[in-house]
C-alpha cells in the first residue's frame, strides 16, 4: 500500500501533533527536512514552515528541555517496529469507551487532511470508527464516493455500519454506496443469492478499487470488547476461540498471524474479503487499548495497512509483544 499525502491547502504549521513530529524528527532523530517531508507526506517547505512555527511556539525547547515526550516516542517506534508510514498515538489509556473516542477524534482530524478529490473511501464499522465523526471536519469535494464494506445490524444503533457510511458521505459530499443486506445471513445459499442476483456484486466490484480503506479491530475472548457478541450465539463465539481466533476485522475472524479461521460463520458473513481489502492503495487501521495489542498486530498483517492510529496503552502493549517475539 501507498503512503497517505496530506492536501496541499491544509496548515499544517497549525496542527500540533504534526508540528511536534516534524521538531522531534530534526531535532532529535537528526533527519533532513526532505526526509522529514516524505516521512510525514507533505512538501518540503511544508516542513520548513513547521519547523519555524515550532520554535516560535518555543515548543523545540521544551523538547530539548527534557525528554521527548511519550507518545511521539511512541509513534517513531511504532513505526520502525510495524514498517508503517505513519502511526499516530494519543495519550494515556482509559475503558473502552474513552478509548474509543479519543482514537475516533484523532482518526477524525487525519482523515479531514488526508481525503482528496475523486477518492474512493472503503469504511469498516465499530465504536472508533463512529467517534471519527465527533472531529470529522472536511472540505466538500467533488468525485468522491464512501463505500460501505459489511452489512448492518437490523436494530437501530449508532455503530450501524451502514449508518456510519452514511454520516460520512453526507459530510464529504460524495456519492455512497451501501451495502445493503444484513451483518449475518441464515446460510451460505443465501449469501451467494445477495450477491450475486440482489446488486452487491457493485459494492464487492468497488471495493477492488479503493483508494482508501478505513477500518478498526476488535478483541475477542473473555474480556473481549469487540462487537461480534451482537450477532454470534455462545456457541460459536466458543468454537471461534477454540479455532485461534484472537479478533474480528470486518466481521471475519483471524488469528495471531493474520490468517482466517476456519468456521462456518463465514459462510454467512455480509462483508468485503481481507483480501479484497489488502489491495487498497491506502489502508488506515484506528484501534486503541492494550488488550487489543494482538488484534491490531494481526489487522496490520492481514490488510497492509501502513498507517496506525492508537493509544498510548495499546502502543506500549504492541511493542512489548514485539520485543518478546
Known amino acids: 500500500m501507498a503512503r497517505l499525502t496530506r492536501a496541499g491547502q491544509i496548515t499544517?504549521?497549525?496542527?500540533?501533533?504534526?508540528?511536534?513530529?516534524?521538531?522531534?524528527?530534526?531535532?532529535?532523530?537528526?533527519?533532513t527536512q526532505k526526509d522529514i517531508a516524505e516521512a510525514l507526506g507533505v512538501s518540503r517547505s511544508t516542513v520548513v514552515r513547521m519547523l519555524d512555527e515550532a520554535r516560535k511556539r518555543g515548543e523545540v525547547q521544551i523538547w530539548i528541555n527534557t525528554s521527548p515526550g511519550d507518545c511521539t516516542a511512541l509513534a517513531v517506534e511504532l513505526e520502525e517496529a510495524l514498517n508503517l508510514d505513519e502511526a499516530i498515538v494519543v495519550p494515556g489509556s482509559g475503558?473502552?469507551?474513552?478509548?474509543?473516542?479519543?482514537?475516533?477524534?484523532?482518526?477524525g482530524q487525519l482523515l479531514s487532511d488526508v481525503l482528496a478529490d475523486d477518492m474512493t473511501i472503503g469504511v469498516?464499522?465499530?465504536?472508533?470508527?463512529?467517534?471519527?465523526?465527533?472531529?470529522?471536519?472536511?472540505q466538500r469535494r467533488s468525485g468522491m464516493r464512501v463505500i460501505s464494506l459489511q452489512g448492518g445490524l437490523l436494530e437501530a444503533s449508532s455503530v450501524n455500519p451502514i449508518d456510519f457510511s452514511w454520516r460520512m458521505a453526507g459530510r464529504l459530499g460524495a456519492d455512497c454506496l451501501?451495502?445493503?443486506a444484513p451483518l449475518?445471513?441464515?446460510?451460505?445459499?443465501?449469501?451467494?443469492?445477495?450477491?450475486?442476483?440482489?446488486?452487491?456484486r457493485q459494492v464487492e466490484k468497488a471495493a477492488e478499487e479503493l483508494d482508501v480503506a478505513v477500518l478498526s479491530c476488535g478483541d475477542i475472548g473473555v474480556a473481549g470488547s469487540s462487537l461480534s457478541h451482537q450477532f454470534l450465539s455462545q456457541d460459536e463465539y466458543a468454537?471461534?476461540?477454540?479455532?485461534?481466533a484472537i479478533c474480528d476485522t470486518l466481521c471475519q475472524f483471524l488469528d495471531g498471524g493474520g490468517?482466517?479461521?476456519?468456521?462456518?460463520?463465514?459462510?454467512?458473513?455480509?462483508?468485503?474479503?481481507?483480501d479484497t481489502i489488502a489491495t487498497a492503495k491506502h489502508g488506515i487501521l484506528?484501534?486503541?487499548?492494550?488488550?487489543?495489542?494482538?488484534?491490531?498486530?494481526?489487522?496490520?498483517t492481514r490488510t497492509g495497512c501502513k498507517t496506525l492510529v492508537t493509544d498510548e496503552a495499546a502502543a506500549k502493549a504492541i511493542l512489548a509483544l514485539k520485543a518478546s517475539a
Open 124 to 138: 469498516g464499522w465499530g465504536r472508533t470508527l463512529n467517534a471519527s465523526l465527533s472531529t470529522f471536519r472536511p
Open 12 to 31: 499544517l504549521s497549525d496542527t500540533a501533533s504534526l508540528r511536534v513530529r516534524a521538531a522531534w524528527l530534526y531535532f532529535n532523530r537528526g533527519l
Open 239 to 244: 468454537d471461534l476461540l477454540k479455532a485461534g
Open 95 to 107: 475503558t473502552a469507551d474513552e478509548t474509543a473516542s479519543d482514537v475516533g477524534a484523532a482518526l
Open 178 to 180: 451501501l451495502y445493503l
Open 286 to 300: 484506528a484501534s486503541g487499548g492494550a488488550l487489543r495489542a494482538a488484534a491490531i498486530m494481526a489487522t496490520l
Open 184 to 200: 449475518v445471513v441464515d446460510s451460505h445459499d443465501t449469501k451467494t443469492r445477495l450477491i450475486e442476483r440482489c446488486g452487491l
Open 259 to 274: 490468517n482466517t479461521v476456519a468456521h462456518p460463520i463465514h459462510d454467512r458473513v455480509m462483508a468485503v474479503d481481507l
